[in-house]
């Protein structure tokens, strides 16, 4: 996400409208609130609390609304986590497997079809009420245990 210094944002908010903008993606996490550059050319400045999920978006105009959890185990590798919003909803994603690479307002997902218009998710700890993980998937533990067995009557050369 660092290759360019502007990316479209959806923000979802809990009790207003939605916005759409551009972020910095190095910066836009301030101590108390989101930095949120309008298409008009305003600043805004956004309390966590009001926000329930900034999208990183292809397009603005995109209307389908994605699939928020996984119908099958996902093949990404990462934390596969299932979220639990203040106001109910439910929303699955994928955190990496690293825990320095997680931010201290929130966490960072990709979202179960990442190739849709929501790229990436950005959820505030403020908006979840529960976070849950439901399986790790490419574990590097389990990368060393996978030998191949061989038959009891088969010789070995070395």
């Keep these: 996400m660092a290759s360019s210094t502007a990316k ?28 949120l550059l309008r298409p008009d050319g305003t600043l805004a ?7 329930k999920s900034v999208c990183f978006v292809s397009d603005f105009d995109a209307e389908a609304e994605p699939r928020r959890v996984f119908l099958t185990r996902p093949k990404l ?6 979220m639990f919003f203040r106001d109910g909803e439910v929303m699955d994603g994928i ?4 825990l320095l ?11 179960p079809e990442p190739d849709s218009n929501n790229q990436r998710v950005f ?6 009420r529960n976070i849950q993980v439901l399986g790790v998937v490419g574990s590097p533990l389990r990368a060393g245990r ?10 070995t050369l070395f």
């Design 77 to 82: 590798e990462g934390l596969w986590v299932r």
């Design 8 to 35: 479209k944002v959806i923000v979802r908010r809990f009790d207003r409208e939605n916005l759409t903008g551009f972020v910095n993606p190095l910066s836009y996490l301030q101590p108390a609130s989101l930095e």
């Design 95 to 98: 955190l990496p497997n690293n």
């Design 101 to 111: 690479s997680w931010e201290i307002a929130g966490f960072t997902v990709t979202p």
């Design 45 to 51: 400045l956004l309390p966590y609390e009001e926000i």
């Design 146 to 155: 996978r030998k191949a067995k061989t038959a009891p009557d088969q010789g």
């Design 123 to 128: 959820i505030p700890r403020s908006a979840l």
